[in-house]
């Protein structure tokens, strides 16, 4: 008798897992290829299974393969048409294709259906933040955190979203939390990231102008910044040596950006010249972005005044700036100058930006300004000098650490002296 209970409870050791079971395991551990390996044989031995089509569905959804993750969902949903779990999947990886108004709509009814689900009110977060809706995320994160304060997802988000506002000591509480919560290779890596993070950046830089026919001594200034990323924002200190008009100047400046509300960036700048040969004696920045909604243009706005030796310059730069999606941009400013002593103008400035996941990216722009030169060292009262410019850049990385930039620029004077302009940058990350 003891020796029949021994070899019947030795059966389920010795009896081969299967690849439903098996691929479960490997989901469950993380490991994507193996789960979906596993569980595609899986949904072919078991085509009525439709939790093996959920499982099948979510891991094919982790690597981004969301139109084949849909169809293992809905071939779920047609054995299985108002069970739940698939529903919550489907609406997910909706999600994850970037349709949020759909996704939106369908966790909604999912969060009516089953109001104590914290997964769908995680999910309703996540939509909000990439959307651009940071207030809107906290609050359902926070609604988990209220009723669930170990919530892993919803510490999680939280994390997150203190990160895209660079508060990184709150970011990294809400990540070991979850952490200690529950473990997994997505948390470590987030945690990995903040800890290895390179906080300061070195730039080194080159600017050239030539002009047309040799009429003008040619421009040039190098110039170096040292900046530093805090929970605060961004601030750098820069100096650069340069020369126009055959005299010299040295340039110190140092700088703030970062952001004041969850819409909200904002920059301050201030700088000057000792000697201030042809740089300004001192000049002064502030200007804002705000993003209103998501898929809205942003605003932009910003204010300077420059304090030059013979006058002062004010200059009102608005206008907007729109993400298209897809590492695409664009932006459209108008520019307004007021010269002391002279005569105020008005311009534009356009710029088309494409940035590739692999870091490389270009730029082309064109401007159209105005100079009043009254006061000016090529002083002509009453007169204002029009030009339009054009410019391409492109930029790049050598490795995570390195990077480098290069543009050419052309500007048309009228009834004047055409410049061609180039700079070449590199800078590392420390």
């Known amino acids: ?51 093996a089509w959920y499982h099948y569905g979510v891991v094919l959804g982790w690597q981004d393969r969301h139109e084949e993750a849909l169809a293992a969902i809905d071939r779920g949903l047609s054995i299985a048409p108002a069970d739940y779990d698939l529903r919550v999947a489907r609406a997910r990886v909706i999600a994850w294709q970037g349709n949020y108004e759909l996704a939106s709509a369908e966790f909604a009814k999912l969060a009516d259906e089953n109001p ?20 809107e995320a906290a ?62 950046r070195l730039d080194f830089g080159l600017t050239a102008s030539t002009f047309a026919d040799s009429a003008r001594s040619d421009w040039w200034s190098v110039w170096t910044q040292l900046s530093r990323a805090t929970d605060w924002g961004n601030f750098w200190g820069r100096i650069e040596q340069g020369e126009r008009f055959e005299e010299q100047d040295n340039v110190l400046e140092i700088g703030w950006e970062g952001r004041t509300a969850d819409s909200l960036s904002n ?54 700036v729109y993400n298209f999606g897809n590492g695409w941009s664009g932006a459209a400013r108008w520019v307004h100058q007021d010269f002391e002593g002279g005569l105020p103008t008005d311009g534009w400035i356009l710029s088309l930006d494409k940035e590739y996941e692999s870091g490389l990216g270009w730029r082309i722009g064109a401007a159209s300004g105005a100079e009043s030169l009254d006061g000016q060292i090529l002083s002509r009262s009453g007169e204002v000098l029009h030009s339009q410019t054009w410019s391409a850049s492109i930029r790049g990385l050598f490795n995570d650490n390195w990077g480098w930039q290069a543009s050419l620029e052309y500007e048309d004077v009228r009834g004047g002296i055409d410049r061609r302009g180039a700079a070449v940058s590199i800078y590392r990350r420390f």
């Open 1 to 51: 008798m003891k020796t029949r209970w021994l070899c019947i409870w030795l059966i389920p050791a010795i009896t081969a897992a299967s690849p439903f079971e098996r691929g479960v395991q490997a989901k469950a551990a993380g490991d994507k290829p193996r789960a979906v390996r596993e569980l595609a044989i899986a949904v072919k031995e078991q085509p009525d299974n439709a939790e």
């Open 267 to 320: 920059t301050a700048i201030l700088g000057g010249s000792q000697d201030a040969l042809w740089a300004p004696e001192w000049y002064a920045e502030v200007g804002a972005l705000w993003s209103p909604q998501a898929g809205w243009p942003a605003l932009a706005a910003e204010l300077r005044h420059a304090q030059y030796v013979t006058r002062g310059v004010w200059t009102l730069r608005t206008g907007l």
């Open 139 to 200: 609050i359902h994160y926070q609604t988990v955190i209220d009723r669930n304060p170990r919530q892993v997802d919803a510490l999680t988000g939280l994390g997150d979203l203190a990160r895209d506002r660079r508060k990184r000591t709150e970011a990294m509480d809400f990540y070991q939390l979850a952490m200690e919560v529950g473990p997994s290779p997505d948390l470590q890596q987030r945690i990995d990231q903040l800890e290895n993070e390179k906080l300061m």
């Open 116 to 135: 104590a689900d914290d997964d769908v009110v995680v999910m309703q977060g996540r939509i909000a933040s990439w959307q651009g809706r940071p207030d």
